[in-house]
């Protein structure tokens, strides 16, 4: 049974720096994209960032170029993404990613709030 489990979300500052984690199991991380998207209250789930099997030249959205990077530890099967530089609007749901070929899974999310 594939699992993708986000941890790492919580109440942060503006300007503050956050780092989520989305362990795998059930599948070999290394043979798949991983991505993390996120989803605020009353908009479309967007992507953040992705990173591909051979961890080359990770692909970010506009909103968050320079402030987050993702990573992934393929020996504990485990992708990250490292916040900082937090601000009001990257509130959201972050859901983590992993898909190749027909195959698509999702983690249940981990709530990401920046308020003062």
């Known amino acids: 049974q594939v699992q993708l489990v986000e941890s790492g979300g919580g109440l942060v500052q503006p300007g503050g720096s956050l780092t989520l984690s989305c362990a795998a199991s059930?599948?070999?991380?290394?043979?798949?994209?991983m991505s993390w998207y996120r989803q605020a209250p009353g908009k479309e789930r967007d992507l953040v960032a992705k990173?591909?099997?051979?961890?080359?030249?990770?692909i970010y959205a506009d909103s968050v170029k320079g402030r987050f990077t993702i990573s992934r530890d393929n020996a504990k099967n485990t992708v990250y993404l490292q916040m900082n530089s937090l601000k009001v609007e990257d509130t959201a749901v972050y859901y983590c990613?992993?898909?190749?070929?027909?195959?698509?899974?999702w983690g249940q999310g981990t709530q990401v709030t920046v308020s003062s």
């Open positions: 990613n992993a898909a190749r070929t027909i195959y698509n899974y």
């Open positions: 059930g599948l070999p991380a290394s043979a798949y994209t």
């Open positions: 990173i591909t099997q051979a961890a080359r030249s990770p």
